[in-house]
């Protein structure tokens, strides 16, 4: 069965940097694109970047220039660096996989498999 388990988030001043992680098993990363998505108390959840499976990558404006994402398929990781980060960013961030032969989006019904969540909290 396939598992993705976030891990790295973490509470943080304004301005700090935190880097996300999400290690996949049971599918082989190379066939899926990955994204990553966060959503806070009584919110939707909010697509923040994501990466098809030849590397490119889309950003949400929100996060543009402040998150990169990257993923290493041979080890099945994929990892969000998390600069200058806001109050506005608190939330509980997941990783996810989709199956599909074309670019990735920002909308979570393209997403077969979700992880747990890690939270992050940013205060001012």
């Known amino acids: 069965q396939v598992h993705l388990v976030e891990s790295g988030g973490g509470s943080v001043q304004t301005g700090g940097s935190l880097r996300l992680s999400c290690a996949a098993s049971g599918i082989t990363s190379g066939n899926y694109y990955l994204g990553w998505f966060r959503q806070a108390p009584q919110t939707e959840r909010e697509g923040v970047a994501c990466?098809?499976?030849?590397?490119?990558?889309t950003y949400a404006a929100s996060v543009r220039g402040r998150f990169t994402a990257s993923r290493d398929n041979a080890k099945n990781v994929m990892t969000l660096q998390m600069n200058n980060l806001k109050p506005e960013d608190t939330a509980l961030y997941y990783c996810?996989?989709?199956?599909?032969?074309?670019?990735?989006?920002?909308?979570?019904?393209?997403?077969?498999?979700w992880g747990q969540g890690t939270q992050v909290t940013v205060s001012s």
């Open positions: 990466m098809d499976r030849f590397g490119y990558t």
């Open positions: 996810a996989a989709g199956w599909d032969a074309g670019n990735c989006g920002l909308q979570s019904w393209r997403y077969d498999y």
